[in-house]
């Protein structure tokens, strides 16, 4: 029966990131996969999750199930971070939270509850979208469309043609949002642009599903809710994924969760029975250890603050990347503009230069993004961007 299974193509953000690691180049830069780096090229355990895991190990006596919503103090600290301390809604009974195995099983969790209550409803992803969204949304049954989002010409977001298409679809159609820090490209709506989507969403009968996956690594924790909490409140129904892969550094621990916003508490209830038998069916329950130390830090007024702390650094330490990658380029390669580098948020960019231009980054500098040219400016440092610029500024006059 296996015999004819097919050979697959590696996936194209963590083949790259298998592909970087076997380079023994040692001029190889890392701008892949979407990992938070320090000055030294690594990424290290945040201080506040190391003191946390110090705290959990030592008063953890067992290792017993949790349940297939997970930890529900995980679940109640995370209603507030995302919704905001003195939000009604974190605390209202039309919110359902569960825990999940990092963003990813949020997206999925998600994507399978919107199957089971509307088999017909069609997702609606933004033009480009993270590249994972595809098969976490659609493998289980659900149409996905795409949605005009980027201007290559300004690096910045194609509002008026994004509100045209939102505007024309059926009612109950869902659409997918990034919160902040939009992956692949960094360009973010503004303020007021958040609130002309939500005007149209509300009037149109749409459903969001939030992707909130950076929180805290663009402008602020609570500046890169803006646009969420802006939808949760003024909108009967949303669903919101979210992920401590980037914001705690818990990567391989999976923590994440998925918030489910409806009408009514009785709405809530059904939605939270109808996630724990999904999560039953799929992975059973979410792994404890991350989520732990989420709650930890969360619930711990020192810890909460030194954590705060840990991520206002690494934001500001992309913030100076960009303007210091902004600048090469453009000392580097005049007659290119890459000022949008600079306006955009979050750990990616679009860097707008073609396939091949990437392929001949990788094969003669080992320069590693992915094909889309989408850098992760995170694994920039202060001492490769010159390298990183004039590899661009040849790899461009080829
Ligand atoms: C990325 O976009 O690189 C990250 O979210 C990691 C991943 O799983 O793709």
Redesign the pocket.
Known sequence: MLEHLDRLAPDP??GLMAAFRADPDPRKVDLG??VYRDERGETPVMQAVREAERAVLERQTTKTYVAPAGNPSFNEAMRTLVLGADSPLARSERLCAVQAPGGCGALRLGAELIRIARPEAVVHVSAPT?A?HVPLLSNCGLKLERYPYFDAATGGVAFGAMLSALDALPPRSVVLLHASCH?PTGADLEDAQWREVAALLRRRELLPFIDM?YQGLGRGLEEDAYGLRLLAAELPEALIATSCSKNFGLYRERVGGLMVLAQSGAAADAALTQLVRIARGLYSMPPDHGAALVAHILTTAPLRAAWQGELATMRTRIQQLRAAAAEALAAACPSKDFSHILRQRGMFSYLGVSAQTVQRLRAAHHVYMTEDSRI?VAGLRVETIEYFAQAVAQALAQ
């Open positions: 953000i963590l996969v979407g993270w994972n992956n996956a992760n």
